[in-house]
């Protein structure tokens, strides 16, 4: 039977004091070791901040773009809102202008040239002055009146400055050979330009 000595307890005791210091000592080296690395490699932390700078710059550049893209469709929406807004003003105009130009009064023909000269400009306006003297006397002579009703309008094509319109105008004539009024029809394209503030025609045409 063997008896357990204080010299056995201190024996077994050395190898455990001996396991936790090579522990201790190995993970201190690791971490020497971990720190020399980062040291010996700067070119981590700037590769990093490259990625940055590379990702603010791309933001900043979609953000021009964005900008540049939200300013342009703004620009074009104001430029069709101007040009539907000069579309339906010629129209109006093209349609008050078509009433004055088929009604004629004999007896007030002075004033009916007038009004239709106050609305003329350019090639019409001169066709028109230069036919008015002729045209003057022979309603005159055969004491003609008429009156003119547009149906329908449509404009084909516009800009701020300019529209072609479409009408459909019925138009009651009589005259000394003709004392009961008929109904003619006709189809009238005019063109409107924005002269001094004022749609005014430049054509009219019977296709």
């Known amino acids: 039977m063997s008896v357990s000595t204080d010299d056995d307890k ?10 936790g210091t090579e522990s201790e000592a190995a993970e201190s080296e690791a971490a020497t070791e971990a720190s020399e690395s980062e040291a010996a490699d700067p070119a981590r932390p700037a590769g990093r901040n490259r990625g940055r700078i590379a990702v603010r710059a791309g933001l900043a550049t979609a953000f ?4 540049g893209a939200v300013g342009f469709l703004g620009w074009q929406l104001w430029q069709e809102r ?8 010629a129209r109006q105009a093209a349609e008050s202008y078509a009433q004055v ?3 004629i009064d004999s007896a ?8 239709v000269l ?11 002055s230069q036919s008015s003297a002729q045209l003057r006397q022979l309603l005159i002579d055969n004491k003609a009146t008429a009156r003119g009703v547009v149906l329908e309008s449509a404009v084909q094509s516009a800009s701020k400055d300019k529209a072609v319109v479409l009408l459909f105008v019925d138009q009651s004539v009589s005259n000394t050979n003709v004392p009961d009024p008929r109904i003619d029809r006709s189809r009238v394209k005019m063109t409107m330009e924005y002269v001094d503030g004022r749609w005014r025609a430049s054509k009219v045409e019977l296709p």
């Open 82 to 89: 101007q040009i539907a807004d000069a579309s339906e003003q």
């Open 10 to 19: 201190t024996t077994d005791d050395k190898p455990e004091v001996e396991d």
């Open 64 to 67: 021009v773009v964005l900008l």
């Open 101 to 103: 130009l088929t009604s």
């Open 118 to 128: 106050d609305g003329a400009t350019g090639e019409f306006k001169d066709m028109y």
């Open 108 to 115: 007030k023909v002075d004033e009916n040239f007038d009004a």
